[in-house]
């Protein structure tokens, strides 16, 4: 972040920094810098514990972390139950979105996604769910939902002998109003 933020009639414009170089502002910002996580990639070494390479995006780093943290043990990369990977939501539309994401590979051993969705992040109430074999491709369009509302997706991985033993992160979005 710059700390050289000049105010503008309209807004503020960025002005090169002098020497010394600092980023430890004196003030509050002045403008509001806007990064988007899709577009910055992670530089430091590989993270093996979790999963995190070098270049990889910083979105998908702190999807991994945001797993690792709130269910562990759905992280493992020797366990046969693992969380999906990689979950994006996009398309969204007035009443549609598109959700995708990868099934983990060996030795995990996934026989099925449920893909669930609600306007509470608790899911007390879910608005809908859709079981998804690993056989089909990981990416499904939610359709029939509300203009302007708020939803909660998540997805639930199986194995032969455990139903929905791993819970993935929760995403949210909004659908456009009409």
């Known amino acids: 972040m710059s700390c050289n933020c000049q105010p503008k009639p309209c807004g503020c414009e960025d002005t090169k920094l002098v020497s010394p170089v600092t980023t430890e502002c004196a003030i509050s910002e002045l403008c509001d810098e806007v990064v988007s996580f899709e577009c910055v990639k992670y530089t430091g070494n590989d993270i093996y514990t979790i999963d995190i390479k070098k270049n990889e995006r910083l979105d998908l780093v702190v999807k991994k972390l945001v797993l690792y943290l709130t269910n562990p043990n759905c992280f493992n990369p020797l366990a046969t139950c693992q969380s999906i990977k990689n979950f994006n939501i996009s398309n969204v539309k007035q009443t549609e979105a598109t959700v995708s994401y990868t099934v983990p590979g060996a030795p995990a051993t996934i026989t099925s996604t449920k893909l669930q ?12 769910s859709q079981s998804i074999l690993v056989s089909a491709t990981p990416k499904w369009t939610i359709i029939n939902l509300s203009a302007n509302t708020t939803y909660y997706v998540r997805l639930l991985t199986s194995t032969s002998g455990s139903a929905d033993c791993c819970t993935s992160i929760t995403l949210s979005f909004k659908t456009l109003t009409t």
Do not use: E
């Open 117 to 128: 969705w609600s306007t509470d992040p608790a899911f007390v109430t879910v608005t809908g």
